[in-house]
């Protein structure tokens, strides 16, 4: 299964944010994990709905990561994204094989395991040790010593 690409924004914000106290400018969240600002921007907005982030408007604004936000199950996540749509398509157009296909209820199964195995995975868990020294890392400027 292949995420689609708001997913994938949406869990490196929550990542970077993660191992980051304090206030992001979108802007700089764009910057350093190397995605369009329109795009990111349209994540961010739609993480604040789900109340894992918190945004703040005006000069010192940015965004923020929610109190209790680091337990959140990343397949709850991936289903926020990537929605309820089935692997397979069967009906538009009408696949031939669909009164005797087995196809697409394996497909079904898959997916579903897919999602339970990532609901056993916090964000917490996805920024400790290796992941988290290097996201400190991202968006550092040269001679840079304190966390940005």
Do not use: Y
């Amino acid at each position: 299964m292949q995420l689609n690409r708001s997913t994938d924004i949406a869990l490196r914000v929550l990542m970077f944010i993660a191992v980051r106290d304090g206030r992001h400018r979108v802007d700089d969240l764009a910057e350093a994990l190397a995605v369009p600002r329109h795009h990111l921007a349209k994540v961010v907005q739609r993480l604040q709905h789900t109340g894992l982030l918190t945004t703040v408007r005006g000069r010192s604004g940015g965004v923020e990561l929610e109190p209790g936000a680091r337990e959140i199950p990343v397949g709850t996540v991936v289903r926020w994204f990537e929605g309820d749509d089935e692997v397979v398509g069967c009906e538009d157009p009408p696949c031939p094989l669909r009164g005797g296909c087995r196809l697409r209820s394996a497909l079904h199964r898959a997916h579903e395991a897919f999602l339970r195995s990532l609901d056993e995975v916090s964000l917490a868990d996805l920024v400790h040790d290796p992941t988290g020294p290097v996201l400190l890392t991202i968006g550092r400027r040269p001679g840079d010593t304190g966390t940005p």
